[in-house]
Structures are given as structure tokens and as C-alpha cells.
Nanobody
């Protein structure tokens, strides 16, 4: 089993910055994709950013130029640097990872979510 633990959420003023972290632990052989999703009240969960094991990144149009995803493969950790935050960025942010566990079985894991609130 692979567990994901997020940290770094909180309350910030519009225009401010936050950095989210998500550490994976457990029976990990290899992590492939790591992603950040978010879900605002009354809305569907949406993909914010993703990063492959090789470092290729993709971003939602709404966050391009403001957010940056990165990962430390040695620490099995993914980060989301969020700058120039807006009220529309208020949501619960979820970490996602997929890959192979130590038994060479595929896994998909989600974190418990961390709240980001942006005040105007």
C-alpha cells in the first residue's frame, strides 16, 4: 500500500504565494506520474498540474505562468509552488500518484487533501 500525505495549505491573501508538498511512502518500487488536483465547493475535481518521472510537466490553462510543479524522486515527494493566487484558486488540493509497488503491481493513490483559501 502507498500512502500520500499533503502539507502546506492555508489561508493567504490574493496575490500571495503558497507551496504545497506531498510525500509518498509505503511499498514503492517506482512512481510514474504525480499530479495535483483541486476541488472547489460545488464544482468537479479538476487537474491542476502533472509531472512525469522524467520531469515532463503539464498545467491547466487557468494556472499556467502562476503555478509550478516539481518533484524530488529521491524523496518520493511532489511540490506545487503557487504564486499570484486568486480567489478562484480557493479549493481543496489533492495529491495523486501512480506507479508500481514492491510486488510489481500497479497502484494509484490519493492524498487526503489540503485546504487552500485565498482572501480578497
Amino acid at each position: 500500500q502507498v500512502q500520500l500525505v499533503e502539507s502546506g495549505g492555508g489561508l493567504v491573501q490574493a496575490g500571495g504565494s503558497l507551496r504545497l508538498s506531498c510525500a509518498a511512502s509505503g511499498s514503492i518500487f517506482r512512481i510514474n506520474d504525480m499530479r495535483w488536483y483541486r476541488q472547489a465547493p460545488g464544482k468537479q475535481r479538476e487537474l491542476v498540474a502533472s509531472i512525469s518521472s522524467g520531469g515532463n510537466t503539464n498545467y491547466a490553462d487557468s494556472v499556467k505562468g502562476r503555478f509550478a510543479i516539481s518533484r524530488d524522486n529521491a524523496k518520493n515527494t511532489v511540490y506545487l509552488q503557487m504564486n499570484s493566487l486568486k480567489g478562484d484558486d480557493t479549493a481543496v488540493y489533492y495529491c495523486y500518484a501512480d506507479g508500481l509497488n514492491k510486488y510489481y503491481n500497479q497502484f494509484v493513490s490519493w492524498g487526503q487533501g489540503t485546504q487552500v483559501a485565498v482572501s480578497s
